[in-house]
């Protein structure tokens, strides 16, 4: 079993920047792919970026990439995403999750999850 908690989020302006952290426990925290997921009013959940067990190996959707970077630190059971120029389009609540195998855009193949955080990106 694995037990995840974000934290991070919060309000900031269009250009701003958060880093968000997903704190895992469970001594298997090393083995799981993680993935971070965002859902905004009206939408649909939608896949945010993923991680590798290593960290060897990435993964971002198209409107993120160039701007979030995702990592994970093994020793601290924790990923995080860093969030760079925000707009109001990334407004959203922020899950992560956590995943035996590999890396995969489909929340629904995610084993466990935590129970979000809101990010507010203001005009």
């Known amino acids: 079993q694995a037990q995840l908690v974000e934290s991070g989020g919060g309000l900031v302006q269009a250009g701003g920047s958060l880093r968000l952290s997903c704190a895992a426990s469970?001594?298997?925290?090393?083995?799981?792919?993680m993935g971070w997921f965002r859902q905004a009013p009206g939408k649909e959940r939608e896949f945010v970026a993923g991680?590798?067990?290593?960290?060897?190996?990435?993964y971002y959707t198209d409107s993120v990439k160039g701007r979030f970077t995702v990592s994970r630190e093994n020793a601290k059971n924790t990923v995080y995403l860093q969030m760079n120029s925000l707009n109001s389009e990334d407004t959203a609540v922020y899950y992560c999750?956590?995943?035996?195998?590999?890396?995969?855009?489909?929340?629904?193949?995610?084993?466990?999850w935590g129970q979000g955080t809101q990010v507010t990106v203001s005009s």
């Open positions: 999750a956590a995943k035996t195998g590999a890396v995969h855009t489909v929340g629904a193949s995610y084993n466990y």
């Open positions: 469970g001594r298997t925290f090393s083995s799981y792919a």
């Open positions: 991680v590798s067990w290593n960290g060897g190996s990435t």
